[in-house]
């Protein structure tokens, strides 16, 4: 069964350094989201990608982030200067009609 | 208004017992309503989802209760296994937009006592 797949499980970086998460949807999909996930509290949107723009973003979704589409396959979140309250998981998902199928995540440490 | 209300935050139920978990939202545009079911250091993963056409789906030992003049929704966990035991959050979205972001719920922590 095709699956979203994410890179690195875990991050540890210290503040104000950059980090790209990286994420392979699955192949039919055309639509692309982030997600993140504080420790112990709900699933939040940042940010849906679609004909390889924004289609919406969050207000968490600030000038910090930005995301790509750099090939056919992969789909990156970047953070350009990690903040200690960017810790969180991060969850890219995909989707081709109404499901949207969500990746294992990955863990940011902001130290 | 983009809200989904979502209780109890932790159950406890008895092997065999039926889960029940409820969610209430406000904005009358969204059109899908997902559950999805979280274990630890894992992504969320979609157990059911119900349009709002009809007012109760189900798959299995999961089914969804849907009711729209009270804009609430339920999951309801028959035969409950100590399996079940995860983190299951409710979510909405209007997918008449295309892009539909999901909106989740709280989440609820279920335990399954053997």
């Known amino acids: 069964e095709p699956e979203v797949t994410q890179t690195p499980s875990h991050q540890v970086t210290q503040m104000g350094q950059e980090v790209i998460l990286r994420c392979v949807p699955i192949s039919n999909h055309l639509y692309f989201y982030w997600y993140r996930q504080i420790l112990g509290q709900k699933v939040e949107f940042l940010v849906s990608?679609?004909?390889?723009?924004?289609?919406?973003k969050s207000e968490i979704f600030d000038d910090q982030f930005s995301v790509e589409r750099p090939d056919g396959s992969n789909f990156t979140l970047k953070i350009r200067s990690t903040k200690l309250e960017d810790s969180a998981m991060y969850f890219c998902a995909s989707k081709a009609v109404d499901e949207q199928f969500f990746g294992p995540g990955t863990r940011l440490t902001v130290l | 208004q983009q809200q989904v209300k979502q209780s109890p935050q932790s159950l406890i139920v008895q092997k065999g017992g039926i889960s029940i978990i409820n969610c209430a939202y406000e904005?009358?545009?969204?059109?899908?309503f997902p559950w999805y079911q979280q274990f630890p250091g894992k992504g969320p993963a979609l157990l059911i989802a119900?349009?709002?056409?009809?007012s109760e789906k189900k798959e299995g030992r999961f089914t969804i209760s849907f009711n729209k003049s009270a804009k609430q929704f339920s999951l309801h966990i028959m035969d409950s296994q100590p399996g079940d035991s995860a983190t299951y959050f409710c979510?909405?979205?209007?997918?008449?937009?295309?892009?539909?972001?999901?909106?989740f719920g709280a989440g609820t922590r279920l335990a399954v006592h053997p």
């Open positions: 990608f679609y004909n390889n723009e924004i289609s919406e």
């Open positions: 119900i349009r709002p056409d009809v």
């Open positions: 979510a909405a979205s209007q997918v008449s937009g295309g892009y539909n972001k999901l909106i």
């Open positions: 904005n009358t545009a969204f059109d899908y």
